[in-house]
């Protein structure tokens, strides 16, 4: 079955960075467009980044700027990389996997805490 492990996540200092990676397995990486959400605590969970299976990216407004999203087809990873953290960035991020064909699948999360 598909499963998709984050990890990367863990506290640290506005202006300081992490960087999150999130293992697939269980699937044709390749085909599936890889993306990376957060759920603040009594917000909804939100796009953060996404990159296509052709390497297209798309990014919220928030981050544009300060994170990168990226992936690994030969390792079946995708990656973000925050930098410029803020605390308004602290939240659960999910990994996720999606395609027209074989569906919709989510990591469990990791927590970030941005916070001096």
Do not use: H
């Not at 939100?46 to 981050?63: C, P």
């Not at 390792?75 to 996997?97: G, H, I, R, W």
């Not at 999606?98 to 001096?116: A, C, D, L, R």
């Amino acid at each position: 079955q598909v499963q998709l492990v984050e990890s990367g996540g863990g506290l640290v200092q506005p202006g300081g960075s992490l960087r999150l990676s999130c293992a697939a397995s269980g699937m044709v990486f390749s085909r599936y467009a890889m993306g990376w959400y957060r759920q603040a605590p009594g917000k909804q969970r939100e796009l953060v980044a996404a990159i296509g299976s052709g390497g297209n990216t798309n990014y919220a407004d928030s981050v544009t700027g300060r994170f990168t999203i990226s992936r690994d087809n030969a390792k079946n990873t995708v990656f973000l990389q925050m930098n410029s953290l803020k605390p308004e960035d602290t939240a659960v991020y999910y990994c996720n996997a999606k395609s027209v064909f074989q569906g919709n699948y989510w990591g469990q999360g990791t927590q970030v805490t941005v916070s001096s």
